[in-house]
């Protein structure tokens, strides 16, 4: 007679059932789908600070890690505490694996922080933006207008802007929440005279016709006044947020002259992300390997990120193009949004569940 097969005891199944559900939900999140949450207003009013949604790395191809030695379902951290939940002992080379699609113009991607380099490719921390221009388009941005390729720009039905709103009155919360604008998108000026105001033209067309309201004004900044603050160098170029380029994406084979503008425009994005062990800029000419380069072909595709609440979002106009090998996946739908200056019930937005993302 075989021996009677020993029943697991219960502590057993639940460690049994524990490591399963670690393994499946990694595998999920690494394959599939990932959970995300919005942190700030950049891309108000397409989506919210509050909402939920799940990023898809189907649709661009999921990356295979490249710092595989990671404790499971963590990012940077160990939950808690500020040690890293990874060693860079073992660094894999990029590859993808086959998508459904590309990054197309005006997807909403979530992406790696390009200019965090502290930590790993693919451990820096997540961003979302709007893919406003694709590799080989050349964008321009004059009077806060986008052009891309010389025609206008996509235009998201929540586009905002700051503007002035001028007045003698005491406006409150409410007043401003009859508009749409919550309490993060107006900050009354120091001598009372007004209000700072992050909104849609149309809602500061409304805005213009309140009895309470003295005047409107979009904030726009100077052109040729050059912003250093303004990728790749407001200050030589005479860009800033609102007026800036003409600039070309690199696209993955593209050959450039390196003459003194595409040093300006693009020794920074060969030096950081290109693959390279040793690039430097000495007289305005680019040394790379200890020799000088007359020419330089990309080695990949870049993209360039805007938020839709563009005076209020740091994006490719401050620190450069995003690289291919630091594109996470596609922002795909909301499950969940949760207002914060609610409360109860009331702090569900309800009508926002299980949209898609445009």
Known sequence: MTEEKKKKSAAREWVDALVFAVIAASLIRWLLLEPFTIPTASMEKSLLVGDFLFVSKMHYGTRIP???????????????????????????PYFRLPGFTSVKRNDVVVFNFPSEFEFP?????NYIKRAVAIPGDEIEIVQTELFVNGEPGYKPEGLQFSYDVMTSRNLSADFFSDYGINPEGFMSFTNGSGY?????????????????????????????????????????????????????????????????ENIA??????????????????????????????????????????????????????????????????????????????????????????????
Request: hydrophobic share 40%.
């Open 196 to 260: 700072l105001v992050m909104t849609t033209d149309e809602i500061a067309e409304r805005l213009r016709k309140s009895p309470a309201i003295g005047s409107v004004t979009k904030r726009v900044d100077r052109m040729d006044m050059g912003d250093p603050r303004v990728f790749p160098d407001g200050a030589y170029f005479g860009w800033n947020k609102d007026n800036m380029g003409p600039l070309t994406i690199p696209a993955k084979g593209w050959t450039i002259e390196m003459n003194e």
């Open 121 to 125: 490719v693919d451990l820096k921390t």
């Open 66 to 92: 490249r710092t595989p030695l990671q404790i499971p379902l963590t990012h940077q951290k160990i939950w808690g505490t500020d040690a890293n939940s990874y060693v860079d002992w073992i660094q894999l």
């Open 265 to 358: 425009k693009y020794a920074l994005t060969i030096e950081k992300f290109e693959g390279l062990d040793a690039v430097e800029v000495v007289d305005n000419q680019l040394y790379i390997d200890g020799q000088k380069v007359e020419s330089y072909t990309f080695n990949q595709d870049y993209y360039f990120m805007m938020g839709d609440n563009r005076h209020d979002s740091l994006d490719s106009r401050y620190w450069g193009f995003v690289p291919e090998d630091h594109i996470v996946g596609k922002a795909w739908f909301l499950w969940l949004s949760l207002d914060k200056h609610k409360s109860m019930f009331s702090k569900i937005r309800w009508s926002r569940f299980f949209n898609g993302i445009k």
